[in-house]
T-cell receptor, first 115, second 113 residues
Framework: GAVVSQHPSWVICKSGTSVKIECRSL??????MFWYRQFPKQSLMLMAT?????????EQGVEKDKFLINHASLTLSTLTVTSAHPEDSSFYIC???????????FGQGTRLTVV | GNSVTQMEGPVTLSEEAFLTINCTYT??????LFWYVQYPGEGLQLLLK?????DKGSNKGFEATYRKETTSFHLEKGSVQVSDSAVYFC????????????FGSGTQLTVLP
C-alpha cells in the first residue's frame, strides 16, 4: 500500500516558539492532504484540507494564522504551529490521497508537547 | 451533516472471545463506510471498507456489513487475539466533492490473555 510519513514523530518545544511538522507521501503523488488533531482518548478532528498549489481550507474554529499549512508539492505538506502554547499540545495526524475517490493514507502522527 | 456514532468503550475481552463494536451513521447521499485501527502511538490504518449497501468488508478476521436500512456498519470478529488490542474508529466519506472522512469517537479494545 501507499506510504505516508510524518516527521518528527514527537517534539517538545518551549511556549512561544514555532514548530513545523512535515507530511510526505513517499510513493505516490497526493493531490489532497488532510491535517487532524487528536486529543487523548478522543476522535480525530479535521483541522484543514490542503490541495497542492492552493491555500488550505480550514475547518470552523481552527485559527489559520496559528496553524499554517503549506502544500508546496504533490508529495509534501507542512503544518507549522506558530507561537505554541501548552494548550496546543496534542497528537497531530496527516493523511494524503491521490484523488477525490481514492483511499486516504495516514501518517504515523506527531506528538507535540509544549512546555 | 454527516455523523458517526460508535459504541462507547472501553471494551475488555478475553482472548478468543467474540467481538462486536456497534457503529451507526447519519449521512446524505450514499456514503462509503470504513473501519480504521490505531495502535498505541501510531497513526490510523485502514482495516476494512464498504462502498455500497449490503457490501461486506473483511480483513484479518474482522468483518462489517453496510446496512442501509439500519444505517449501521458494525464491526465483528469471531475470535480476538491479544494483538487486536487497539482503538477502532468507524468513519464515512461524504458524497460531496471533498469526500472528507468523518470519524466516530473511537472504541478502545483490550484483549487479555
Amino acid at each position: 500500500g501507499a506510504v505516508v510519513s510524518q516527521h518528527p514523530s514527537w517534539v517538545i518545544c518551549k511556549s512561544g516558539t514555532s514548530v513545523k511538522i512535515e507530511c510526505r507521501s513517499l510513493d505516490f503523488q497526493a493531490t489532497t492532504m488532510f491535517w487532524y488533531r487528536q486529543f487523548p482518548k478522543q476522535s480525530l478532528m479535521l483541522m484543514a484540507t490542503s490541495n497542492e498549489g492552493s491555500k488550505a481550507t480550514y475547518e470552523q474554529g481552527v485559527e489559520k494564522d496559528k496553524f499554517l499549512i503549506n502544500h508546496a508539492s504533490l508529495t509534501l505538506s507542512t503544518l507549522t504551529v506558530t507561537s505554541a502554547h501548552p494548550e496546543d499540545s496534542s497528537f497531530y495526524i496527516c493523511s494524503a490521497r491521490k484523488g477525490v475517490d481514492t483511499e486516504a493514507f495516514f501518517g504515523q502522527g506527531t506528538r507535540l508537547t509544549v512546555v | 451533516g454527516n455523523s458517526v456514532t460508535q459504541m462507547e468503550g472501553p471494551v475488555t475481552l478475553s482472548e478468543e472471545a467474540f467481538l462486536t463494536i456497534n457503529c451507526t451513521y447519519t449521512a446524505t447521499g450514499y456514503p462509503s463506510l470504513f473501519w480504521y485501527v490505531q495502535y498505541p502511538g501510531e497513526g490510523l490504518q485502514l482495516l476494512l471498507k464498504a462502498t455500497k449497501a449490503d457490501d461486506k468488508g473483511s480483513n484479518k478476521g474482522f468483518e462489517a456489513t453496510y446496512r442501509k436500512e439500519t444505517t449501521s456498519f458494525h464491526l465483528e470478529k469471531g475470535s480476538v487475539q491479544v494483538s487486536d488490542s487497539a482503538v477502532y474508529f468507524c468513519a464515512l466519506t461524504s458524497s460531496g466533492s471533498a469526500r472528507q472522512l468523518t470519524f466516530g469517537s473511537g472504541t478502545q479494545l483490550t484483549v487479555l490473555p
